[in-house]
C-alpha cells in the first residue's frame, strides 16, 4: 500500500500573502521528501476566490529538485479546461524536469465558472477529455500527428521533444460514479476515487473497476483519496478537524459538486466521518488503512486535517504520520 499526501490543506490559513504560502509550502516538502512518503500531489482549480489554488504545472516544478524519490502527480488536472497540444507539451517538459517521476492524474471538472471560462458546457467535459486524452498521446509518441477532432485540429504536429517515461508518464482518473471508473478502466493506467467517496461506495467502485479492466494488458492501480484526522482519540481528532471540514464542506456545496449521476457524496455532517475519512489515533488510523487494503486499494493519497500552524509544527506533524501510519501501511500485503 503507498500512501501519498496532498498540499491542498497547505494552503491555509490564507492570511498569509501568496508567496508565503508558496514559500512555506516547498519547505515542508522539501522536509518530507524522507519520510517514506511515496507522492506528493497538488489539485488544479481556476478563479477560485476566496479559496487559494496555485497551479500545478508551475508548483510541481519548483517542487521537483526538493523531492528526492518521491513522485510528484496532478491529482486532478482538468484537462477539458486546457488545450491538449499545450497540456501534452506541459507534461513533457515536467517528466523531464522531475526526472520521470512525474504521475498525470485527469478528471472531467464541475464547476460552471471554470468551464465558462473555457467557452465549455457539462455536456463538452466527457468529450473533450476523451478527444484530449487520443491527441495527448498520439503527440507524446513523438511521431507526426494529423488530428480532426471536434475540439482541437492539428496538422503535421509533433512536439520538440517527447516525455521522459516512455510511452508516457503514469495516467490516472479522477471517479466518483460508475461511468468514471469504467472510464478510467479503459483510458488510463488507474482510477483515483475522490476524498468525499464513502467507504462502502469505494469497494463496489474497485470491483467496477477491476471487472472493467479485466482483459487489458495491465491490471492497472486503483487509488482513493482521503482525508486524514489523526488525534488522541476519534473525538479529539474530529473535534479538532470541525473548522477546517466546515469550511471545506461549504466550499464543495458552493461549488455544487454532487451530481446526479454520483454516489452519494459526503459534503457535510449528516454522516458519521468513519463512513468516509481515517481518523482517530494512529493505531486506528492503521486499522482502516488495512481494511482498504482489503477493499483492493492500492494506494490512498492523505488530505491532512487539523494541520498546525508553522513550518516547523507542520514538518514534526508529517514526520509523526510517516513514522506512526505510513510507513507500517507501506508493508501491507509484503
Known sequence: ??????????????????????????EVV??????????????????????VWPQPMPM??????????????????????LNPVDAAENVATLDHITH????????????????EAAGLGRKDRVPKLEESLALMKRLWSGEEVTFEGVYTKVAGARLGFPPCQRPHPPLEMGAQSE??????????????????????????????YREARSGAPTPGAALASRSL???????????????????????????????????????????SLDDWTINGPPATCRETIARAHELGLDGIGLTIYSLPRGVAARVEYLRMIAEEIVRPAAKLGA
Open 30 to 51: 522539501r522536509a518530507a521528501s524522507g519520510m517514506g512518503f511515496a507522492w506528493v500531489s497538488i489539485g488544479h482549480h481556476w478563479v477560485s476566490h476566496p479559496t
Open 1 to 26: 500500500m503507498q500512501i501519498g499526501f496532498h498540499l491542498t490543506p497547505f494552503w491555509s490559513p490564507t492570511d498569509r500573502p501568496p508567496t508565503a504560502i508558496i514559500d512555506e509550502a516547498v
Open 100 to 115: 520521470g517521476r512525474l504521475d498525470v492524474g485527469v478528471a472531467i471538472g464541475y464547476r460552471e465558472k471554470e468551464l
Open 60 to 81: 510541481l516544478a519548483r517542487l521537483a529538485p526538493e523531492t528526492g524519490e518521491m513522485r510528484l502527480k496532478t491529482s486532478m488536472l482538468l484537462l477539458p479546461l
Open 179 to 208: 461511468g468514471a471508473t469504467r472510464r478510467a478502466a479503459r483510458l488510463t493506467d488507474a482510477v483515483f476515487f475522490g476524498p468525499q467517496v464513502a467507504w462502502a461506495d469505494v469497494a463496489r467502485l474497485v470491483r467496477v
Open 229 to 271: 484526522i489523526v488525534g488522541a482519540s476519534k473525538e479529539a481528532a474530529q473535534d479538532a478537524a470541525r473548522g477546517y471540514l466546515e469550511r471545506t464542506f461549504a466550499m464543495y456545496r458552493g461549488w455544487q459538486m454532487q451530481e446526479p449521476t454520483m454516489v452519494p457524496l459526503r459534503l457535510g455532517f449528516d454522516t
